[in-house]
């Protein structure tokens, strides 16, 4: 919100600059987003009294001016209407250069020499309005520069941020001036106490309030004799380095009262009330809206209401959109004579609905939606209704006041010694006292006690709890004088949740292998069960489902997976993906849950078994990474199949330690059949519950080898029926120095198999020889041709 610091210094009655109170702001209150300089700098620009008006001899929209600067009298040309005899306006004088770049010369229009001209107020930059030439008050003084007439406007803006927590004072001058008055050690002289509502009872308006929840206050007041006209210069000033159009003396009173006090405030035309209302007195009722009731608002814009949106109205229709705009029907306008002024109170959360519903903000919903006090009504119109009697002419005819419930001063209890456990910091009772009292609390006992009880005061609605009070001690004491202090008791870390950190770790080296994550539903449908040969009767199923096909939670993750690779298949024709994931199902009963890492990759072309081969080498390098011993992992051939998506014979199980963790091998091709896909799909999934309980056993940690490790390659024919698996392990078992089997080429020819494997050889103690290399490859080729039946390639 902007706020000028001319009008807040003049209220919390300090002589810092902006910046040192800016500085205090931010570090006790506020936080200050800008701060911004605004100077009149207009030079050769003088007031100056209209003495005649003529019609122009050969123009009929300009008129011939006769204007007192002075000593000196000037004729001028002018074409707005809105000028008289006797008005004060803004001249600027021949060689005066104008902040939009015109330069003022002598010159003749039409024939008619002008010497000088009559200035609006856009073209000085002090301002919009472009309707007509700037009427200045009757009493500024005939030959003065507007510069200095003008020193009021010469003023530096705050642009404050105001949380929630604190808008319903802040939102304000006088919320954001008590706050400076405090900082400064000022007294606040700002009269609220003394703002209290007349006694006068109004004859010609009647109130009713159907909804007291949603309307907890409401207070009208009749002024009749009103003169429209515009504001003086000191408000419209003030409206303008705030933000805010002037607009006639009547609205402007009502927002400038709601920018020093905070409470919204309304007008409405007393004519045009009692006039739909037919009768000599105005109805006022605040109602809920009738289902499809429209109003037309200031701006224009025609609403069709809902039946939750808070109205004020007459017997006939709406007359205002409650807390958030007026209607265009009881505007105030030229002929206006008779106003009714409210000043009222309503829901936050009505407010705020409503607002949100029809895509409205204003200055008054903005407020009103921070619940404000409803106390604050009786302030706003006894204010409202002192301007306009000097700025209007108005005079009170009466007031209307319906609050049923009081809002009552808000007791708390603090304790001193639990003010400096809770600060951290020894404050002494006479500070602690010092601050209270500036923040308008009322101390209720005495004083000399440890425990205090204290009366806030209504406007402060955050303050509810010890805890409240205690850090508006601290902040005004400021937190700056706190000094840092180590903890007394000792800093225990959380406990890391193993399951989660060895998913994060897998999820990380799997993308660095290639694989890509997605993510789907944690449903499926019946066909998936079917497609997949699941078990039903294990499935849970829901009562709303999403649609038709995802009325079952998922048993198993490899459906959804499918129906990503049918169609990522559109788009790529070849990738890897992966899904980490829960599955539930019902057994006795009993909802169980089992976590799964899937992976499942498609080559371009698969030759020869690649895809599984790849898939293989993906488990293998996986668990290697995330630290499983290499001599721990057995990859072999499954001795019982149980799942039916799995290839009976192109598959594998994952054993670490001799205990199973899950399956590696290619889709049946019945069940990518199924899902509509043409191309081999390698799959592997584990247990990560079973993994985790793995990883975290006791690991052992071994020295790097001194000795270098040899390697030698090995190649052999076999029959299509013989496994690769069946191969390394027989390899690792027949040789007693064998590190490391890894196939590294494969190619069919006639009937047969061509396979090759690196081996790499080692001990720790020293280097082999090759005596020993080929004593041990020796033994291996007898174990292949006698167990496997292969023909080694010599």
């Known amino acids: 919100m902007k706020y000028s610091y001319n009008w807040l210094k003049e209220l919390a009655n300090t002589q810092k600059t902006a910046e040192e109170m800016a500085e205090l702001l931010t570090m006790h209150s506020f936080e200050l987003e800008g701060l911004e300089k605004k100077e009149i700098n207009l030079t050769g620009v003088v007031i100056g009294k209209i003495l005649e008006i003529k019609k122009h001899p050969d ?22 209407p809105n000028i008289k005899i006797g008005d004060k306006v803004p001249v600027a004088l021949v060689g005066a250069q104008l902040p939009n770049g015109i330069k003022i010369r002598e010159t003749k229009i039409r024939g008619v020499k002008s010497v000088g001209m009559l200035c609006a107020e856009d073209e000085l930059d002090l301002g919009e309005n472009h309707n007509g030439i700037m009427i200045l008050d009757e009493d500024a003084p005939v030959g003065m520069s507007i510069k200095k007439y003008l020193e009021i406007r010469n003023d530096t803006i705050f642009e404050i941020k105001i949380l929630p927590d604190r808008a319903h004072d802040a939102m304000s001058y006088v919320g954001v001036a008590r706050e400076m008055a405090i900082l400064d050690n000022q007294k606040f002289d700002y009269d609220f106490a003394g703002l209290k509502l007349p006694k006068k009872k109004s ?118 959109l409650a807390g958030v705009m007026g209607g265009k029907n009881s505007e105030i306008n030229n002929d206006t004579k008779s106003i009714i002024l409210e000043s009222a109170n309503f829901n936050a959360i009505s407010i705020r609905t409503t607002r949100i519903e029809h895509k409205i903000r204003t200055e008054s919903s903005d407020r009103f939606e921070k619940n404000i006090d409803p106390n604050l009504a009786e302030k706003a119109i006894r204010r409202v209704i002192e301007i306009l009697e000097h700025t209007a002419e108005a005079k009170l005819e009466g007031v209307v006041d319906i609050y049923p419930q009081k809002n009552k001063p808000q007791k708390i209890e603090i304790n001193l010694d639990y003010i400096n456990s809770l600060l951290g910091e020894e404050i002494k009772k006479a500070e602690v006292l010092k601050i209270l009292k500036s923040l308008q609390f009322k101390i209720i006992g005495k004083e000399e006690e440890k425990t205090i009880l204290v009366e806030a005061p209504t406007y402060r609605v955050d303050l509810k709890t010890p805890e409240d009070v205690i850090e508006d001690i601290g902040r005004i004491w400021g937190y700056e004088k706190i000094k840092p202090q180590p903890l007394v008791e000792p800093i225990i870390p959380a406990k890391i949740n193993q399951q989660l950190f060895l998913e994060r770790k897998i999820r990380q080296n799997i993308i660095g292998l290639g694989f890509d994550e997605i993510y789907n539903y944690s449903f499926y449908g019946e066909e998936d069960v079917v497609n997949c040969k699941l078990n039903q009767k294990q499935h849970l199923r829901l009562e709303n489902p999403m649609n038709p096909s995802q009325h079952l939670v998922r048993a198993n993750l490899v459906p959804n997976i499918l129906k990503n690779i049918f169609i990522n298949l559109k788009h790529f024709d070849s990738f890897k993906i992966f899904k980490i994931g829960r599955n539930y199902w019902l057994e006795k009963g009993t909802v169980k849950e089992e976590r799964k890492l899937v992976m499942a990759n498609i080559l371009k072309k698969d030759q020869d078994g690649e895809t599984f081969y790849e898939m293989k080498g993906a488990v293998e390098d996986l668990l290697e990474i995330i630290g499983i011993d290499k001599k721990a992992l057995v990859i072999s051939k499954i001795k019982e199949l149980n799942k039916y998506y799995i290839h009976p014979t192109r598959s594998a199980e994952i054993k ?27 799959l592997a999934e584990i247990d990560l519950r079973k993994l985790l309980a793995i990883t975290q056993t006791e690991k052992k940690y071994q020295s790097l080898k001194k000795f270098p490790s040899v390697t030698r390659d090995i190649s052999m024919l076999v029959n299509h029926d013989v496994q690769v698996l069946d191969i390394v392990n027989l390899i690792k078992r027949a040789g007693k120095v064998i590190l490391k089997v890894s196939l590294f080429d494969v190619f069919k020819k006639d009937k047969k198999t061509s396979l090759a494997f690196h081996l790499e050889f080692g001990v720790d103690d020293r280097t082999l020889k090759n005596k020993e290399i080929d004593k041990e490859i020796g033994k291996i080729v007898t174990e292949l041709e006698t167990k496997l039946k292969v023909e080694v390639r010599q």
């Open 203 to 320: 004859r010609k308006l009647k109130v009713i309030i159907k909804d007291k929840k949603l309307c907890p206050r409401y207070i009208g007041a009749v002024m009749e004799g009103v003169i429209i006209k515009e504001s003086p210069d000191w408000l419209r000033a003030r409206l303008e380095a705030s933000g805010i159009r002037p607009i006639n003396n009547v609205v402007d009173a009502t927002n400038y009262v709601m920018l020093e006090l905070g409470q919204p405030l309304h007008a409405f035309d007393f004519s045009q009330v009692q006039e739909i209302s037919k009768n000599e007195t105005a109805k006022i009722i605040i109602r809920k809206a009738q289902k499809n009731e429209k109003i037309e608002l200031l701006d224009g814009e025609v609403l069709k209401l809902t039946v939750d949106n808070l109205v004020i109205a007459n017997n006939q229709e709406p007359l205002v």
């Open 656 to 682: 670490i330690n001799e205990k199973l963790i899950g399956y590696v091998g290619e889709i049946n091709p019945l069940v990518l059949l199924k899902y509509k896909i043409e191309k081999r799909v390698a």
């Open 59 to 80: 123009a009929d929209k300009l008129q011939l001016t006769k204007i007192e600067i002075g000593k000196k009298k000037l004729e001028i040309v002018c074409g707005a």
